[in-house]
């Protein structure tokens, strides 16, 4: 069964990283370009935001159906099986867990690019947010994070 806390606590850090996300997207490529401080910053809360949308994802689909996730990318595929959400946002979502995986594991120097692309892509964890938070008003009766 779904713990509808557990789901909202990631819910509400979404939030809270994607807040630092905006400022910093506010600022610019050039600032994200120039400065490892924050190019670090972005990184981190990018790594942090998309895995607890992964934690969310994983749960939904672990508690509600019979389903096993190969990779954190698939997580989103069933849950769009699911009809939490769709295949085009799973697939933006998909890519999301691959900039996780390039930032945790240090595959390659992270690209300025790819981490402005990731900025201009955080609205999918904000969709993500959404249709979760309606699962849970649709399948438990609890109220929005």
């Known amino acids: 069964m779904v713990d509808p806390e557990r789901v909202r606590r990631r819910l509400r850090e979404i939030d809270r990283r994607l ?4 400022q910093i997207k506010a600022e610019g490529p050039e600032q994200l370009r120039d400065d490892f401080r924050v ?3 972005t990184e981190h809360h ?15 689909v672990s508690e509600d159906s019979a389903w096993t996730p190969e990779d954190y990318g698939s997580t989103f595929t069933l849950l ?5 959400i769709d295949k085009q ?3 933006r979502l998909k890519r999301a867990a691959g900039l996780r995986n390039v930032i945790v594991h240090g595959y390659v120097d992270v690209d300025v690019d ?7 892509r955080a ?5 993500l947010a959404v249709a979760a938070n ?8 609890t109220e929005p994070a």
């Open 19 to 22: 807040e630092v996300l905006r």
């Open 39 to 41: 190019r670090a910053e």
């Open 46 to 60: 990018l790594q942090v935001a998309v895995q607890a949308a992964i934690d969310v994802a994983n749960h939904i």
């Open 80 to 84: 769009a099986q699911m009809g939490v």
């Open 89 to 91: 946002l799973a697939e």
């Open 114 to 120: 790819l981490l402005w692309e990731g900025l201009a």
């Open 123 to 127: 609205g999918d964890l904000e969709e």
């Open 134 to 141: 309606r699962y849970l008003e649709e399948h438990r009766g």
